[in-house]
């Protein structure tokens, strides 16, 4: 950790760096986001909560005067650096809002928006900056695939923010390329905001197996389309889906006969069921295992697995005769009673 | 001369690079140091062989323009708008550097022809000198 914590930092101005690069080594090591803002002093987040740094290779929970200020010159010059003194080239995920570093760590930033047809053309003005150490957590998604060695299907992982959603995909993407499954799959990773491959430079920085396509920076929904046409994808991956196009891609994958792996912002069932998304998702059809995670207290944890007829009765519960059909045509409902599980009373 | 052509090329050869490829610098730099036609612009191979991803790159780019002068043959106000072109090289987005490097090639455009209306004079000059030397000669002979 400490390696990884050395390896995030270099990208930082020197003054910041030397100032980081004083701190002890538990501290480091239990370190998973520094956070440096203007006319403030440095603050980690450690395993057991957040800290200031100090200046002289100490840490304290309470601030004080005299602690090192991190001033605008400073987070200016830490911002070029990170752009690798080359904007244009980061133009993208600047206004995208955070930038990714070589081993994946990410930057976010903080500034004032430039806004242009509504649509946000820069970030002025940068006020502070989040510096997320990566660290690629290895067997959170063996339920998950547990789950897909019965067979592949599409798959939903619903959680609320921080429930370790995409750290779940990403090992997910590991194992598939890996051929867990027992025999290689082709595995094409629609990484819009660069979270789950991390690439730089062209080159993923979290292990995202053998057998796998990366499309890092695409728009989801372009992205699977180009996937379905150009890659021959055994299985899609993508992060929060959330836009009509997107489940028009999904649409457009399911009829390709491609299976489709994502996930979605919900806390819970009923939140799930409530969202419009939630609802298009599992009308299509495209998606059998619906995965819902524990809360940020316990990341990375399987709460429950339903399976779509199950959470189509449970939609029939809240929701009275709400059209659950199939792509095909053929009523979900109708199937979920054949299927023996009933929703006696519910409708 | 020859670098003052070599130099709107490397420009025009940046503006497209930046437009259609978003390289970073030290990626243009790389890039260009390679092409055979800018073999002339020593700093190129002076900024990737001393690069320094600490260093920012105003900096590193004085420090290698330093380190070919005595290799190339610049005027000083060549070489001040090199680093004038240098310092805002990275700082914007795309649409930013493109105009940067418009800016540039225009004023290195401006200087290539200038150079060439010197040359052009002074080749005149010779090309006199050299009669009025020559029928000075003849005169002497006689």
Redesign the interface.
């Known amino acids: 950790m400490t390696k990884e914590f050395d390896n995030a930092i270099a990208c930082l101005s020197?003054k910041i760096k030397k100032t980081l690069s004083e701190l002890p080594q538990v501290v480091k090591e239990s370190c998973f986001e520094v956070r440096i803002r203007v006319n403030a002093p440095m603050m980690l987040t450690l395993n057991t909560g957040q800290v200031y740094v100090t200046g002289n290779g100490g840490t304290s929970r309470l601030y004080r005067d005299g602690f090192t200020i991190i001033n605008k010159y400073d987070i200016g010059?830490c911002f070029?650096?990170i752009?690798?003194?080359?904007?244009?080239?980061h133009?993208q995920e600047i206004n995208n809002g955070f930038i990714t570093l070589r081993g994946g760590h990410r930057v976010g930033l903080c500034g004032t928006s430039v806004i242009e047809n509504g649509k946000i053309?820069?970030i002025k003005d940068i006020s502070s900056l989040n510096v997320r150490i990566a660290k690629q957590v290895y067997k959170t998604a063996d339920e998950v695939v547990a789950l897909l060695q019965k067979g592949l299907m599409g798959t939903v992982l619903i959680g609320p923010p921080s429930s370790g959603k995409t750290t779940i995909l990403r090992d997910l993407t590991r194992q598939l390329s890996s051929g867990v499954l027992g025999y290689p799959l082709k595995v094409a990773l629609i990484d819009e905001r660069g979270e789950l491959s991390a690439t730089a430079g062209g080159v993923p920085q979290n292990d995202v197996g053998p057998s796998c396509d990366c499309l890092s920076g695409y728009p989801k929904a372009v992205g699977i389309g180009i996937a379905i046409r150009t890659l021959s994808p055994d299985i899609i991956i993508f992060d929060e889906i959330g836009t009509s196009e997107e489940m028009g891609a999904v649409n457009e994958s399911l009829n390709a006969g491609v299976t489709v792996i994502t996930s979605i912002h919900a806390g819970n069932e009923a939140d799930f069921l409530k969202k419009p998304q939630g609802l298009a998702l599992l009308q299509s059809g495209a998606f059998e295992h619906f995965v819902f995670l524990k809360s940020k207290d316990e990341p990375s944890v399987v709460q429950k697995i339903v399976g779509r007829e199950v959470l189509a009765l449970e939609a029939g519960r809240n929701f009275g005769n709400l059209p659950l059909y199939h792509l095909d045509g053929s009523d979900l409902w109708k199937q979920a009673e054949r299927t023996g599980v009933t929703a006696a009373g519910n409708r | 001369m020859l670098q003052l052509q070599a130099i709107v090329k490397l420009l025009c050869e940046f503006e497209t690079l930046i437009a259609y490829r978003a390289l970073n610098i030290y990626e243009l730099f790389q890039y260009t140091a390679e092409n055979k036609n800018y073999e002339k612009l020593k700093f190129l191979h002076c900024y990737i062989e001393n690069y320094n991803p600490e260093l920012p790159f105003p900096l590193a780019f004085e420090q290698a323009l330093k380190q070919a002068e005595p290799q190339m043959a610049l005027k000083a106000e060549d070489r001040k708008q090199l680093s004038q072109f240098a310092s805002v090289l990275g700082t914007t987005d795309v649409d930013g550097q493109i105009k940067n490097c418009r800016l540039y090639i225009n004023l290195f455009e401006k200087s290539l022809s200038e150079a060439l209306k010197i040359t052009a004079q002074k080749q005149k000059l010779y090309y006199s000198l050299g009669i009025i030397a020559g029928l000075f000669s003849a005169v002497m002979l006689i």
């Open positions: 020197m010059e070029k650096s752009c690798e003194y080359s904007i244009h080239s133009q053309i820069n």
